[in-house]
């Protein structure tokens, strides 16, 4: 849906420059950007790109304000993030088209509630006793189990699954196949044979407000306590978090990282991609851990680790420093070697 | 459903101290349960929690049996173990309560078989020649393919999907997403253009009984032979089982795991979160991976393998620890001469 | 359906030896044949084991040409893409036999184009404005989503999820619960709350022709231009490729790799198992990512890296042969102390 210039910058605290007009429709990189988009610059030595492009307005900070455009220009104390507004305003219009209501195909529960406003696509499953509010949309082919809750203005993509009793806060996001609920990873051996036997997975999963959770990514159901996904959190594809887990609010997950169960992770923390955490430990508050580190005991809070088994990350890179340089002197060993052998 | 404490005990093989009574419905932690709820104790200095808890009843081990319990107890040998086996009878009465039979939505083959007692929820599809037994459940969404054979008091979570021609065993259970039997990663390059073209994959998958596989995880048929899952292995969410694989027995294979085609498995073998192995190996029975581990040779059986090249843990733990001495060598060298320039 | 060896051996170029039969009706390997199966023989010390079989024919290289067998052989230059090509010839019947068009409780949109010749299997869903060329099958429960074009020959199996605007080639394979164009993991940071907000995922996902994509494997569309996957390349289960990212043609991506944002990989690339590559960087054309490496920085046209973080792999090999070299000194040396002990 188009907006007007003098809304945008409104809704995004910026400044216009230049005449108002409602052409807008969308958001886009430099290149590939139409008269219909919008495009930022958040370094100075870009607009100049900007202004070549085919962009209908620009989202630039307090040095383009001197600057005489050929087209309006919305001033911002930070471009990005006042683009990344712009854009969620520029699409907000675009569900709420079409598709209202539940589809016909779509199988609800009659002792389900779905608040007004609540959008179920085709084949979608919604279990008895689930609770959905309003804004929310369920896409073709999810499975919300038995009792689950829901809050408002969710994203629900096709073929998910959430199991009986989850409950997700509001403006959640979850990408197609992920898998939300399901059994922990918990056995006991029988001493006598061996053999492994289910031990209880009859706790809950709470995700709480704005968390977003990537495509195909696995949550379990805690044990006999609960999993928790603080707000605000982001989760990326193909991750996967252990039964009893907590995670705090505003922590980045990235795509493919393992968390085994019960580990605590603080507030504002980082997990860059293939990270891997071992069960029961702690990752403090603001901890990043890097790609790939593999966490075998307690991250203080604001530590940077890496490596495997993860270290702090400064001393991780001076053993790799290290191994690199035996690896040179053993290199010029040889080459002396032979170089004498050949005197 | 309620069960009678006589009854459990009988079940679980434990001594009930105190009065029956027919009030427990489910399983519990000791901070979250209520008094319709069984706790369980293994080790005698968490007894005081126990029994401040609400928990309707404890099990708990021969160190009880003297205690003057305000509460039934019942005592077992192994409680974890009696806990859990507690936990599925007192579920296993659940699913039988509703939606027996074939929901109107499922979309059954005319030449699939049914036994009597299977139940096919919302949407899912049976395909052709397919054959299910009895006490087994299709959930929503799973798609079944032609001339499938799942055996009896299996679980099949919602967006399952099972290629044609896949064997599962009884009591098998198998998570959301999970994907059986698919293409194994095979090609032939053409050596003129380059180009890569599918070798056959026309073996089969077959899973033994007993049997768990997490959400999202995917096992691949065999090439030109069978992959197989022996009897009583668990798998983890999100693991990749490649073609041609054989699993022994009652193995554990962890979260995020990859186990390349062509590589066998040894009974009772760990194999813990994010292991790699690559593709023909043997891992011997009773071999522990620990996490991570990214085997290329050989793993003896009885070995505690880790690191990456995998290798004995000990060895590996050593070489880390070297490396850990060199930095720290370094830094004080490095402290001595700074120290040293400042005089 | 059965095909004579006449006709085979024209498909794959082979040269028949023996007599022409029409009773061939599949592949298989050495050990499972039956006499309705081709199978083939890379290596002359395999073929007496293949004439020790029950297989119906057999191709082969040259070496049998000379051989005085009791069944047809068909002589290939490379027996091992012959039977690839044999396979594909015997399969392709298969499909065409059963459930042409649109299944009656498949859903598709009525602004969606098929063309004649599509089969859309239960329950799927085609949404507005997609576009489907003949000869592509879109199995059970998978969703396709507006404005989604489709080249001919492509097989979607079921519980794919491919969101709106992504677009495919000819003959591409989508295996089960893959997940094509979801969101980038792409957010901007307000600095004063350090609350992430989302980043817009505006770009599209772009396969080109003859690419297969295993199963539950999730590709993301682009932030502001266009995630891209390359004619001919092969990718395994559970990969993760993220935004922006440009994959040339004709590599291989085994399972479980993990590719971020805004990579580009050149033609021909080999990245194994469990791989890892940051962001933005590039892997030249040709280059081997051996298993598990974690590459941190640009790898060269042809290079052969391996490790974490990775390098030249005969450079890591070094490392971890002079690492060990260190863990036995240490051994002898204690040893030896021990015995001093002793004395």
Chains 1, 2, 3 share one sequence.
């Not at 992770?265 to 293939?274: C, I, N, Y």
């Amino acid at each position: 849906m188009k907006r007007s210039l003098h809304d945008i910058a409104i809704a995004v605290e910026a400044r216009l420059i230049g005449e108002n007009h409602a052409d807008i429709q969308g958001v886009s990189s430099l290149v590939s950007a139409s008269h219909h988009d919008l495009v930022f610059v958040e370094d100075e030595k870009h607009l100049d790109a900007a202004l070549k492009s085919r962009a209908g307005a620009i989202i630039a900070g307090e040095f383009a304000a001197s600057r005489d455009a050929d087209r309006p220009l919305l001033i911002s104390a930070h471009p990005k993030l006042a683009f990344a507004r712009a854009a969620q305003l520029l699409r907000d219009e675009y569900p709420a088209n079409e598709n209202d209501g539940v589809h016909s195909t779509a199988i609800v529960h009659p002792l389900a509630t779905l608040e007004t406003g609540v959008q179920v696509r085709a084949r979608a499953v919604i279990g008895e006793g689930a609770r959905i509010k309003n804004g929310t949309r369920i896409d073709e082919g999810a499975v919300i189990g038995a009792g689950v809750t829901i809050g408002s203005d969710c994203e629900v993509y096709p073929n998910v699954t959430i199991y009986a009793g989850t409950n997700l806060g509001d403006r959640v996001i979850v990408h197609a196949g992920a898998v939300l609920g399901s059994d922990g990873f918990g056995y006991v051996r029988d001493r006598e044979t061996g053999h492994y036997e289910k031990f209880p997975q009859v706790g809950r999963l709470v995700i709480e407000d704005d968390v977003e959770i990537g495509a195909n990514s696995t949550i379990d159901r805690g044990a006999t306590r609960d999993t928790i996904i603080g707000e605000g959190t982001k989760i990326d594809n193909l991750v996967q978090i252990g039964h009893n887990v907590s995670i705090g609010r505003h922590c980045l997950i990235v795509s493919q990282v393992g968390i085994s169960g019960s580990v605590t992770v603080g507030d504002f923390a980082v997990l860059a991609g293939q990270v891997g955490v071992a069960d029961h430990l702690t990752i403090g508050e603001g901890a990043v851990l890097g790609a790939r580190a593999g966490v075998m005991s307690n991250v203080p809070a604001g530590g940077r680790w890496g490596g495997f088994p993860a270290e702090p990350a400064i001393d991780w890179k001076r053993g790799q420093a290290i191994v690199r340089r035996l690896v040179k002197r053993k290199k010029a060993a040889r080459k002396d070697e032979s170089e004498g052998t050949q005197e």
